[in-house]
């Protein structure tokens, strides 16, 4: 990584790194918006990315399926799914008929892709957070979270080093032509190692070594492979960065795309088989 990358890179860090720290930690509602915003943020980098192919997503419709789907998750406990979805494709569907668009069908399947799967790994990203609010441990929800950003960070920073300095065993070429076995696998012990550090040390109260070694690879293959789905969209789009929202960083897309996969498992893992 050249110095003038760590220089574009080092204000989002120091100020970023703390600021979320905090209200992953001491927050509720400001959490949940600044979250839901960042759905937003994404889901318009994959509205922007996707029309150099000539596909045409619906944004206003995307917009308001994607905010229909978050508000019923969260406030509604997801009772109203089924109709938020069939009412979204048939207005989408009756929308299309009146915008003299080509590529109907890829337009109606990305809309409604690219709206669905931000909205309900976001909201579950949120749940997530807000473990542990109504007298379960105070802040566990929050110790939750930042144990997957640092099992995904980790992760990602030994992949890429290891990789870099021994990577000679393509792992994904097709997709992404840098990532090695040797760093993938690198990064995985490395998140397995810090999610069990983070349970040894009482972060997460009710959870067992067992439970740390299955969070650390949701963490670690989850994380992987979130960052290779978005790879292959970029590639497809012949794009380097979803946008250029963070100097150094690229887009929203970019920093939470091993978010977007593992966070929703971790919510899951915790709820169905750990009991929280």
Known sequence: MSLTNIIKRAPVVIIG?????GITLYTHDIFMVIFTIVGLLILGEIHRMLRPNGTEPNVWLGYFLYLSLVGDHLLMDGKHLGAILIVAVLLILTWEMFRKKSHVLENVASTLFAATFIALAMSYFILLQQLGFEGQGGHLGGYAVLTVFIGVWTCDTLAYLIGSAIGKHKIFPRVSPNKSWEGSISGLIGALIAIVIIVWAGWLPGLDYIDALILGLIAGV???????????????????DSSNLLPGHGGAWDRFDSILFSAPLSYLYLI?????
């Open 17 to 21: 790194i703390p600021a979320l720290i």
């Open 222 to 240: 989850g994380g992987q492979l979130g960052d290779f789905a978005e790879s292959l969209v970029k590639r497809d789009v012949g794009v380097k």
């Open 272 to 276: 169905f088989v750990v009991g929280l």
